[in-house]
């Protein structure tokens, strides 16, 4: 049973930083794809940022594009999103996801949340000014 536990969300005012984790368990890491994406109240979930477990360069959404920094712990079977310079409207629900080795991801649908079959519970990212 594949598990995704995020972790590191909270409270930051404008101009901070947090770094968000997730840990797979029971997922067969090394063989395709995860990712993290946002949801705030009203909007679509977005993909922010993905990489390949088994490396190689991550990709990221536009909006985020020099802020946001996705890395990964190969020993730990663990991903990290580190956000710098926090804005308001990054003010969201920040979900962990990984795709299944069967699944089939190119570039262009790397940040497409149909291509990802596990998800964690989400952490919560809240931005004040």
């Known amino acids: 049973q594949v598990q995704l536990v995020e972790s590191g969300g909270g409270s930051v005012q404008a101009g901070g930083s947090l770094k968000l984790s997730c840990a797979a368990s029971?997922?067969?890491?090394?063989?395709?794809?995860m990712a993290w994406f946002r949801q705030a109240p009203g909007n679509a979930r977005e993909g922010v940022a993905a990489?390949?477990?088994?490396?190689?360069?991550?990709v990221y959404g536009d909006s985020v594009k020099g802020r946001f920094t996705i890395s990964q712990d190969n020993a730990k079977n663990t991903i990290y999103l580190q956000i710098n310079r926090l804005k308001l409207e990054d003010t969201a629900m920040y979900y962990c996801a990984a795709a299944g080795p069967w699944t089939i991801i190119t570039l262009g649908t790397v940040l497409d949340r149909d291509k990802y079959n596990y998800w964690g519970q989400g952490t919560q990212v809240t931005v004040s000014s």
């Open positions: 029971g997922y067969a890491y090394g063989t395709n794809y």
């Open positions: 990489i390949h477990t088994a490396g190689g360069r991550p």
